[in-house]
């Protein structure tokens, strides 16, 4: 049976990884607006507290991991009360060496590890829009792993860099997102696919994506009524089976189309759909642009 959550990470198609150690001492707190773009951190040593907007305040302390995939904004600060510093991303990747927030003198009294990434896929916003907004993990040493592997290979100049810290980052998303209580996320896929009657009708769309799905067969598979499915679902995953079913489609679809390797009646019979003129007039409908389009549009 095919992996959602694989799927659809490897769908994003994850890159260019930046990543540097952040310290802090005193009384301090910074300021990020939002950038949209995935991040993540490890907290190495110490404490702070970590306000994303939209989102309860949360303590971070030592072996902590968060994990921001469209990155909203949000301050990080000491436990004290301070007067936020606006931070601009690109100037803290141009910086050399460790950042350093408040006291600059003496030993750090925080330190972690944070970074961020972006995703290739012209589709991810869709796919991003499946995740918990805010990750928040504890004692994850697994996890702290993969980031110091991410934080190294980012910073050779190696063969292959590019490869490998695609291959790093899509572990580390489904290392993260799988180490998560899916029972306790906001409405998407990693909710949906903690349930375990939803997770096999969920399951079988990803395994099957062209068989000509109703919600009745697939409320068979999940053991459950028509309507008890609907609604089971479209409360866990915020999105109605037929919906999340086209989304998931036309991800593939818009995959497909920029390999350019297939006549759009191929990609049509793969994805469900009985011809390329009724290909065409779905994902032009999804996408604002016809399949030729989107094609030169790449």
């Known amino acids: 049976m095919a992996d959602p959550l694989s799927e659809i990470i490897g769908l994003m198609k994850p890159r260019a990884v930046f990543s540097k150690l952040i310290g802090g001492a005193g009384s301090w707190a910074v300021r990020y607006e939002k950038f949209g773009e995935p991040s993540f951190c490890t ?70 590890l944070g970074g961020y990434f972006a995703f290739d896929s012209p589709d991810a916003a869709l796919l991003v829009s499946l995740l918990p907004a805010l990750l928040h993990i504890r004692g994850a040493e697994r996890l702290k792993r993969w980031v110091q592997m991410v934080r190294e290979e980012s910073l050779e100049q190696r063969s292959g860099r590019e490869l490998v810290l695609g291959r790093l980052i899509e572990i580390l998303l489904v290392e993260a997102l799988r180490t998560t209580s899916g029972h306790d996320a906001t409405p998407g896929l990693l909710r949906g696919l903690a349930d375990p009657r939803l997770s096999t009708a969920i399951r079988h769309m990803h395994a099957e994506p062209a068989h000509p799905w109703t919600v009745s067969e ?29 989304a998931w489609r036309m991800a593939l679809a818009k995959n497909l189309l920029r ?15 009985g011809s390329a003129s009724s290909f065409s007039t779905a994902f032009s409908r999804h996408a604002g642009v016809p399949p030729s389009a989107y094609i030169g549009l790449q």
């Open 43 to 112: 907290m190495l040593d110490g404490e702070c507290m970590l306000a994303v907007d939209g989102q309860q305040p949360v303590r971070l302390q030592a072996g902590d991991f968060v994990l921001l995939p469209a990155t909203p904004g949000f301050t990080l600060s000491s436990s004290d009360t301070a007067a936020p510093t606006l931070m601009d991303p690109a100037s803290a990747k141009a910086s050399e060496g460790e950042i350093r927030h408040g006291r600059q003198d003496g030993a750090a009294e925080m330190r972690m």
């Open 218 to 246: 697939l409320a068979a598979k999940a053991a459950l009524s028509r309507s008890a499915f609907f609604g089971r679902f479209s409360r866990g995953v915020g999105l109605t089976p037929m919906g999340y079913l086209l």
């Open 259 to 273: 390999q350019n390797k297939l006549a759009l009646a191929e990609i049509a019979e793969r994805i469900g759909y």
